[in-house]
């Protein structure tokens, strides 16, 4: 018997197509489809970092459970936290539909605010997947750097399938 998959994994690269459109890589529509989300990007601002975060509905029912932790670290560090604040960045969402071939439109205002531009790498990670434009990634320092080369690779494989594509 397969196990359900616990989280978000992988990396993935998409250039902003046609009509506007990004593309979801096919390693994260597969968990989509497996936690019975497909079809329904959430979108999210990051509550730390120039980027998005995004996930699909049955998310939201660990938000109570992460909130509880968050706040329970906090307190064990004797750090200030703010439940109204963390709890509305993570429900303040807008649902994007996409297509079979994991095509969506990124609402402008998430495009500004995350900094994306042409292109977006979508990292896993666990409960979320975050969405970097490639170079908000590229300026994120050593801690990223590994993510970051592995998005541009991927980054460099896309613009050359884009360019024989139009026959370059």
Not at 126 to 134: E, M
Request: charged letters at 30%; proline letters at 4%; glycine letters at 12%.
């Amino acid at each position: 018997m397969s196990q359900r998959p616990t989280g978000y994994r992988g990396q993935g690269f998409s250039l902003r197509g046609e009509k506007d459109r990004f593309v979801l890589p096919p390693l994260f529509r597969k968990v989509f489809a497996e936690l019975g989300d497909e079809g329904t990007l959430c979108i999210g601002t990051h509550p730390d970092y120039k980027a998005l975060r995004a996930f699909g509905l049955s998310r939201t029912a660990l938000f109570e459970d992460i909130l509880d932790k968050e706040e329970d670290n906090a307190v064990r560090r004797g750090q200030d936290y703010n439940r109204e604040v963390r709890s509305t960045k993570m429900w303040v969402f807008t649902e994007v539909p996409y297509d079979k071939s994991g095509r969506f439109v990124l609402p402008p205002k998430f495009c500004k605010v995350g900094g994306i531009g042409d292109n977006i790498c979508f990292l896993g990670g666990g409960n979320f997947i975050t969405l970097w434009d490639l170079d908000q990634l590229g300026a994120m320092g050593s801690d990223w750097e590994d993510q970051y080369e592995l998005c541009l690779a991927e980054a460099e494989e896309a613009r050359a399938k884009s360019a024989r594509g139009k026959g370059a």
